[in-house]
């Protein structure tokens, strides 16, 4: 019963991240803003479920590597500003895919 508080604690963690994945989609959160939210709310957790953990990270890195390959094209001239980058099919196909997982991955926390 001690340790209750810590699942208490993670639970809001989890409906923060969905949160944010909602904003997100709904175009109402940058990536930048969504990545580090992620991050951020991952390093609080009080409860480690290290193969859970190890699956968002995953997903996580395809974002950021999203947003890096985004911020590259936009410095090497390629590309007129990052939201460019993002609207690529293929690019959006990836981050698009990369929350839906996290979603789902966020989902199977909440209760």
Known sequence: ??????TEYDQRQHALMND??????EGKLGLASLIKSIKGLLSVLEETDEAWIDKVRDEW???ETAYA???????????T???T???DPIQQALINDAVQNL????QERID
């Open 20 to 25: 944010q994945l909602i904003l997100f989609e």
């Open 61 to 63: 890195g395809t974002l």
């Open 1 to 6: 019963m001690a340790d209750n508080w810590k």
């Open 81 to 83: 500003d990052a939201q």
């Open 103 to 106: 979603r789902r991955l966020v």
């Open 69 to 79: 390959v985004a911020l590259d094209r936009k410095e090497q001239g390629l590309a």
């Open 85 to 87: 980058t993002f609207n």
